[in-house]
T-cell receptor, first 116, second 114 residues
Framework: GAVVSQHPSRVICKSGTSVKIECRSLDFQATTMFWYRQFPKQSLMLMAT?????????EQGVEKDKFLINHASLTLSTLTVTSAHPEDSSFYICSAPRGDSNQPQHFGDGTRLSIL | QQQVKQSPQSLIVQKGGISIINCAYENTAFDYFPWYQQFPGKGPALLIA?????SEKKEGRFTISFNKSAKQFSLHIMDSQPGDSATYFC?????????????FGRGTQLTVWP
C-alpha cells in the first residue's frame, strides 16, 4: 500500500489563487521530504528539500516566495503555490525516505495543478 | 548538467521480449541506484534498486546489471508484458548527501505491444 499520501490529486483554479498541496508520510516519520515538479514527458525536477523544524532548501532557480514549503510535523509537509499563474501549471510530486536518508524514497501520487 | 544519462528515450517491445534500458553516471560518490516505474498521472514507484558492491540484482522479471568500472547500470525486463508499458526512470544517490537526494535520468517510455 501507499506509504506517502499526497492531497489533493487534482486542482483547477483561477489565476492569482494560492494553492496548498499536502504530503503525508503514512506509518513512519519523515524528517526530510522532497518536492518535485514534472512537465509532460519529462523527468522529475527537484524543487526543494523540506526539513522538519527548519527552513526548506531550494534548488537554484526556484522562487522561495512563490513556492512556500512548511514541514509542520514529522509526518506532514506542505507546498503552497502562491498567486499561481498558468505557467505554474504542472504535476507536483513529493517523496520521503522511509527512515533515514539511506532508505529508499517513496513517492506520493502527485498533484495535477491547472491554473486557468 | 544531467548527472545520470538514460537511454533510450523511448522503447517499443513485443510481448514476451526483453526490454533493456541503460544508464550511465560520472559521480563516483553515488552509492545507491534505484529504478522507478511511473504510470500516467501517478507518482513514481520504486521497482528495484542496487548498491555498487554487487554486479547484479534480480527480482522476478526485473534485473539490474551494474558495471562499477564503466559507471553504467541497466534494467532488464524479461518476458515483457503490456502491463509493463510505463515510463522508467533510473536514479542515483550521492552518499555525500546527508539528506538522500536522488538524481534522475530523463526517463524511458516503454511500450509493450500485445
Amino acid at each position: 500500500g501507499a506509504v506517502v499520501s499526497q492531497h489533493p490529486s487534482r486542482v483547477i483554479c483561477k489565476s492569482g489563487t494560492s494553492v496548498k498541496i499536502e504530503c503525508r508520510s503514512l506509518d513512519f516519520q519523515a524528517t526530510t521530504m522532497f518536492w518535485y515538479r514534472q512537465f509532460p514527458k519529462q523527468s522529475l525536477m527537484l524543487m526543494a528539500t523540506s526539513n522538519e523544524g527548519s527552513k526548506a532548501t531550494y534548488e537554484q532557480g526556484v522562487e522561495k516566495d512563490k513556492f512556500l514549503i512548511n514541514h509542520a510535523s514529522l509526518t506532514l509537509s506542505t507546498l503552497t503555490v502562491t498567486s499561481a499563474h498558468p505557467e505554474d501549471s504542472s504535476f507536483y510530486i513529493c517523496s520521503a525516505p522511509r527512515g533515514d536518508s539511506n532508505q529508499p524514497q517513496h513517492f506520493g501520487d502527485g498533484t495535477r495543478l491547472s491554473i486557468l | 548538467q544531467q548527472q545520470v544519462k538514460q537511454s533510450p528515450q523511448s522503447l517499443i517491445v513485443q510481448k514476451g521480449g526483453i526490454s533493456i534500458i541503460n544508464c550511465a553516471y560520472e559521480n563516483t560518490a553515488f552509492d545507491y541506484f534505484p529504478w522507478y516505474q511511473q504510470f500516467p498521472g501517478k507518482g513514481p514507484a520504486l521497482l528495484i534498486a542496487i548498491r555498487p558492491d554487487v554486479s547484479e540484482k534480480k527480482e522476478g522479471r526485473f534485473t539490474i546489471s551494474f558495471n562499477k568500472s564503466a559507471k553504467q547500470f541497466s534494467l532488464h525486463i524479461m518476458d515483457s508484458q503490456p502491463g509493463d508499458s510505463a515510463t522508467y526512470f533510473c536514479a542515483a544517490r550521492d552518499r555525500g548527501s546527508t539528506l538522500g537526494r536522488l538524481y534522475f535520468g530523463r526517463g524511458t517510455q516503454l511500450t509493450v505491444w500485445p
